[in-house]
């Protein structure tokens, strides 16, 4: 799912949500965005989806900037 600050393409997130479980199967974000914009999104959709807990991402795997 790609993540969205405004217009901008921050970086994507993959989730699973089973049995209302949340899992994150990948993340990626783009170079020079806050991490924090991929925590954001992740509460909103397991809130969305009803899931019973939130997951903790680690540490993003950075890419260059969309051009």
């Known amino acids: 799912m790609p993540i969205l600050v405004g217009t ?3 970086g994507r997130i993959a989730v699973r949500i089973s049995k209302g479980s949340a899992i994150v199967e990948g993340h990626q974000l783009l ?3 806050d991490p924090a ?4 999104a992740l509460t909103i959709l397991c809130r ?4 019973t807990n939130i997951p ?3 540490p993003s795997p950075r890419v ?3 051009s």
Not at 48 to 51: D, E, G, L, T, V
């Open 8 to 10: 901008h393409l921050v």
């Open 31 to 33: 170079d020079g965005y």
């Open 37 to 40: 914009h991929l925590n954001e």
């Open 48 to 51: 969305w989806a009803q899931a």
């Open 56 to 58: 903790v991402l680690g």
């Open 64 to 66: 260059g900037a969309a």
